[in-house]
């Protein structure tokens, strides 16, 4: 009497060990030797996206080792993945030697750390942006500054008035550059942005032309005055400028901003007449803080302002690209709609 005791002893514990495991919250496989599932919990079939009868004696597909824990990514009916960590301990059921792989969704946990982790590099490559522009210009401006104190030098006032020109030229370089740092920031946050309206191009682009003092003068303008972007103002105003600036720090004069409308869309061109853009360089020109490295020695930049004018310009349902200039020089031709009949 004693075996058939037995027997439903060992059935009763199978069967309890059978429930746990179907209501364990993580995914639990159980896996042959030969690689191929035996049993999946509610739990895994959720995981794998598929049920029980398409899993079951189909091969498992990931490395398994007793005792190991490691993370794979599961593929979904629908193309997407999962990032699922596995811990893999061993088991004899009906005298047959079995993985038990139990299965994590972690997908959640794991995109937030490389969402962290893409905040912190950029965080550190802003910081380091800043350290490495910022350091000559203020130290520019504190030499200059101890020249106008020193009790002892003799100035004329054409010395005198040139040594303010630099401290302003050099105060307006950190000005410049704090405020691509916070259009950077402020598009990393996605905040909240103005509403889009109707911006006369023309009167846009003479209003900030004033803002370059003397060097406007090597700018020509080709624009209708009845041309009317449909964007944000503020927003078009950073891309003018962006590309404004660039143009002068990289390009050389003749400098031209056109402007031409066409099936229902605005293309704004601003062309320099200098070097252009190394071949080998074209496909980082939008990066963030990509420079060229032989413009380095040129000039200095923080290498945002192409990079801003890109997301602004996708931003407002828009594009920017790079070309060969007419002369040879670099092309921006930054795509808007047209207000046009709205």
């Known amino acids: 009497m004693s075996a058939p005791t037995s027997g439903r002893a060992a059935r009763t514990g199978r069967d309890t060990g059978q ?4 209501a364990s919250a993580d995914g639990i496989v159980l896996v042959g030797d030969d690689g191929r599932i035996r049993f999946c919990n509610p739990a895994a079939e959720e995981l794998f996206g598929r049920p029980a009868d398409a ?3 189909g091969p498992f597909g990931f490395p398994i080792v007793a005792g190991g824990a490691s993370e794979v990514e599961l593929v979904l009916p629908d193309g997407g993945e999962r990032i699922v960590e596995m811990r893999v301990t061993g088991t004899i ?24 982790t893409r905040a912190l590099e950029h965080q550190h490559a802003t910081a380091a942006v800043v350290a490495h522009e910022l350091r000559n210009p203020l130290a520019a401006i ?13 100035l004329t006032p054409e010395r005198r008035a040139d040594v303010v020109d630099r401290i302003a030229e050099r105060a307006a370089f950190l000005q410049a550059m704090v405020a691509k740092l916070l259009t950077a920031a402020r598009i990393d946050e996605d905040t909240v942005r103005a509403p889009l309206e109707r911006v006369p191009v023309l009167e846009l682009t003479l209003e900030h032309l004033a803002e370059f003092g003397e060097r406007a003068r090597e700018v020509a303008v ?9 964007v944000n103002r503020g927003e078009m105003s950073e891309m003018l400028v962006n590309c404004l600036e660039n143009a002068f720090a990289y390009g050389r004069p003749p400098i031209e901003v056109s402007a031409t409308e066409e099936d229902g869309r605005i293309e704004l061109r601003i062309s320099d007449s200098g070097p ?23 000039t200095e930049g923080s290498g945002l302002g192409l990079w801003i004018v890109r997301r602004l310009a996708r931003a407002n349902g828009g594009e920017v690209r790079y070309e060969r200039g007419d002369r040879g020089g670099a092309c921006f031709r930054i795509s808007l709609r047209s207000a046009s009949g709205s």
Do not use: K, W
């Open 55 to 57: 899993l079951l004696g």
């Open 93 to 116: 059921l009906d005298g047959e030697r079995l993985h038990v792989a139990a299965l994590r969704d972690v997908t959640r946990r794991r995109r937030l750390e490389q969402d962290l």
């Open 276 to 298: 252009g853009v190394a071949e080998e360089f074209v496909p980082y020109l939008f990066d963030r803080f990509a420079r060229d490295p032989n413009a380095e020695r040129r």
């Open 222 to 230: 080709t624009c209708d005055a009845d041309l009317v972007a449909h």
């Open 142 to 154: 504190r030499t200059l500054a101890d020249v106008l104190r020193d009790p002892a030098a003799t």
């Open 19 to 22: 429930a746990i495991v179907s």
